[in-house]
Nanobody, 118 residues
Framework: QVQLVESGGGLVQPGGSLRLSCLTS????????MSWYRQPPGKERELVAM????????NYADSVKGRFTISRNIAKKTVYLQMNNLKPEDTGVYFC???????????WGQGTQVTVSS
């Protein structure tokens, strides 16, 4: 059964840090690309970071490069998003997603709220 459960969101001041976690089941990280998306208030969902399956190569949206880091722990079946130097424009609901290479379906978690405000 495929499941993704995010945690780690919250309220943080500008310049602060948060680490999001996504506990998964049903995925094999060495073959499945895993991603973090976010949906700012009143806007569409956007890709923040992705980590490929075989090589574990990370890619980032320009708006978060140098501040966010995506990583994975294969043994713990968990994907992380370390977010540093947070800005108010980083506010939104953050979603973890995963795919299988043979299936175009994108699987989503329930999301976790991140609010950056003084």
């Amino acid at each position: 059964q495929v499941q993704l459960v995010e945690s780690g969101g919250g309220l943080v001041q500008p310049g602060g840090s948060l680490r999001l976690s996504c506990l998964t089941s049903g995925f094999t990280f060495t073959t499945s690309p895993m991603s973090w998306y976010r949906q700012p208030p009143g806007k569409e969902r956007e890709l923040v970071a992705m980590i490929t399956g075989a090589s574990g190569t990370a890619n980032y949206a320009d708006s978060v490069k140098g501040r966010f880091t995506i990583s994975r722990n294969i043994a713990k079946k968990t994907v992380y998003l370390q977010m540093n130097n947070l800005k108010p424009e980083d506010t939104g609901v953050y979603f973890c997603s995963g795919q299988f290479t043979w299936d175009p379906t994108v699987y989503w978690g329930q999301g976790t709220q991140v609010t950056v405000s003084s």
